[in-house]
């Protein structure tokens, strides 16, 4: 009665839960003596071949064809074409993100991703970008961004605030810049500090007065008369000529 019983409610079962819970009746009652181990054999065998094709009769739900799971594809971000990619880390790195003496550790791609850092922390006082944004930002890719801003931790130059949450998504880490050399660079907006003045390095001065034809500074030089000096200048001549012209008169008398 028992394996006549199971036979029909092997045949009748439509999920594999259904014969999951079979499967442990008949081997509960193969432990009870009820069942003799032929008659539990035989009723194994019927398990496995019922749910080989309940298996094959069921489909997947809501999966479109072609793809093999339900969550959507990750998209990465990345430049559209190569060579703007390149062009953006190259103009990047090229426009001054830390002090020289420290950009010469690292290498161009590495460079614009530590730009990029610098400026969400002159902008924020952190940088909290997740590591997607700030590779497709500088035109590198993520492993190259994770090397730079590992290489910089290393370095003693940031460090790197991890935000784990458990048993749901973790945020983005927290950078922040601890180098004083780099946080100056920044302040001053990328810059090197002011050159020495011209004449605490032995030149010579130049004033607006030096301008000019040296020829014409020493006649500029000369005193320069005005109306009334002129009239005298006239009036002494016509007089020593009027003396000239009596004492000539004078003689000949």
Known sequence: MFHATMRGAIEDARTLAQLDDLSRTIWQAH?????TDAEAQGLAELLHTRRSAVREAVAPVGIPLGRVTLF???????????SVAIE????????GPM???LASRFTTGQLAVLRIVGDEMARNGACGLCIDAIAARAGVCRRLAQAAIRLAEGDGLLTIQERRH???????????????EWLQ???????SAAPALLGSIGCKPIHPTDKGDPQRQVVDAEPKR????AAGDLDRSGRMRIRADRGAGRAMR
């Open 99 to 101: 002090p020289p003496a």
């Open 226 to 229: 005005g109306c009334r000096g």
């Open 31 to 35: 432990a009870a003596e009820t069942v």
């Open 88 to 95: 953006r880390r190259r103009r990047l790195a090229c426009s």
């Open 166 to 180: 458990q048993g749901r998504k973790s945020d983005p880490n927290v950078v922040r810049i601890i180098s004083r």
């Open 72 to 82: 959507p594809a990750k998209r990465l971000q990345r430049a559209p074409e190569r």
């Open 185 to 191: 660079w920044l302040r001053r907006g990328g810059r």
